[in-house]
């Protein structure tokens, strides 16, 4: 672990191994979160028909202003009876068809009806009319290949009448903690034991990028119960362990994963927590091997192999998604590593301001609850003054 790589290059070695999945066609209902493997088109124009924007009457602009006799009523939902003439107004509620013939909408709140006849204003052509095709047309795209599903996305698929989204499979990965010291929590500890914290953090993070986490039971730092575990994860699209690939005589993920045939791609990145993180891979399998710490795990977990959870989804962009901020106090940056500090974030009149916490060791999973940023420090000498700006990842 002599020659560090960097957070990108670590990242860009991750994501050349991170090919999409194989595709299947999945219910709207079921696609919250799912990233389109095709671009989805439209199956009809989007409004389908002209429509009224308002509750109002529709009418040819040409005859205002004028009075007019209410031909009929129109509802969403229900065409015109007939053609609209020349001289005549229909009553259309929103949403509902305008009828052929008619060129514009009064609202409502603009004209007044008595005994059956409008007294209408000047309108303008086209005016509160919603055009055909308006919001995207008959076979057009209506969201891209590479996106994630969210509420807008398939609301705008449902609206352009499509029923499935053909999206990447979900990676199936397989979460192992390691290591003799850890205990269920809920159970009695013995002395020199602790509470596995990874094991619940780790598959929270990789159901929020839309993986499907399987938790292999823990396994203490011996050679046959590594080898089967890890034997057992090597089925999955991703194995993600946890602990044991320090320098100890314990750390027996990097040598077992070797023994079973695991590629071994980078160990040792200049971050600051995560140092000893190990990527490898076994045939389609990607193999991460995070720091037992659990700030570590957590936070090797949202620079690396979330990106690759999203990669394996096919998402346009994979990479994690920084944003600006200005430090709310002065920061230490480490000579070597570029550090990922725990902050907690506050918006200020449109200014974002992140506040790095008390605690940062990599130990310290409880002072890490407190936070909802890791802001970036980049290393370097001296400290990052108040006000510097610098990225962050939500958390
Ligand atoms: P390791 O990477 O195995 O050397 O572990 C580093 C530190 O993290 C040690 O103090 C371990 O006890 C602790 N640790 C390892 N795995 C876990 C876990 N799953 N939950 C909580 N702490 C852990
Ligand atoms: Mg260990």
Not at 73 to 98: D, H, K, N, S
Not at 109 to 125: F, K, M, T, V
């Amino acid at each position: 672990m002599t020659d560090l790589l960097s957070i990108d290059e670590a990242l860009e070695r991750v994501l050349a191994r991170a090919r999409p999945l194989a595709a299947e066609d999945v219910p709207l209902e079921h696609a919250h979160g799912r990233v389109l493997a095709e671009p989805a088109r439209a199956l009809v124009d989007l409004p389908p028909f002209d429509s009224s924007a308002m509750d109002g009457y529709a009418l040819r602009a040409a005859d205002t202003p004028g009075s007019l006799p209410v031909v009929a009523r129109i509802a969403a939902g229900r065409p015109a009876p007939r053609r609209l003439e020349p001289g005549e107004a229909m009553a259309i509620a929103t949403g509902g068809a305008l009828p052929q013939g008619a060129d514009a909408v009064v609202p409502i709140e603009e004209a007044s009806e008595a005994d059956g006849l409008l007294d209408a204003p000047q309108a303008r052509a086209g005016s509160h009319v919603r055009p055909c095709g308006g919001d995207v047309r008959h076979g057009d795209v209506v969201v891209d290949a590479g996106t994630r599903l969210g509420a807008a996305q398939l609301g705008a698929l449902a609206a352009a009448g499509i029923a499935t989204a053909r999206a990447a499979l979900p990676p199936r990965v397989a979460i192992l903690a390691t290591g003799t010291e850890l205990r269920p929590p809920g159970e009695r500890l013995a002395p020199g034991e602790i509470y596995e914290a990874n094991g619940v953090m780790l598959a929270a993070q990789v159901a929020s990028a839309g993986g499907l986490a399987d938790r292999l039971a823990p396994v203490a730092d011996d050679n046959a119960a590594h080898r089967d575990a890890l034997a057992r994860g090597l089925d999955y699209d991703v194995l993600v362990s946890s602990g044991g690939v320090s320098v100890g005589p314990h750390d027996l993920v990097r040598r077992v994963g070797s023994d079973l045939g695991v590629a071994e791609i980078f160990w040792g990145v200049a971050v600051k927590p995560g140092k000893p993180l190990w990527f490898g891979v076994r045939g389609r399998t990607l193999v991460f091997g995070l720091p037992g710490n659990p700030v570590s795990s957590l936070v090797c977990f949202e620079l690396f192999v979330r990106p690759a959870l999203l990669a394996l989804q096919g998402a346009a962009d994979a990479s994690p998604r920084y944003e600006p901020a200005e430090l709310a106090r002065a920061v230490r940056r480490n000579a070597a590593r570029d550090e990922l500090v725990r902050a907690r974030s506050t918006v200020r009149d449109g200014r974002t301001t992140v506040e790095p916490l008390s605690g940062q060791e990599s130990h310290m999973i409880a002072r890490a609850a407190g936070a909802d940023v890791l802001a970036f420090v980049p290393r370097g000498d001296g400290e990052l003054a108040v006000g510097t700006v610098v990225r962050f990842l939500r958390i």
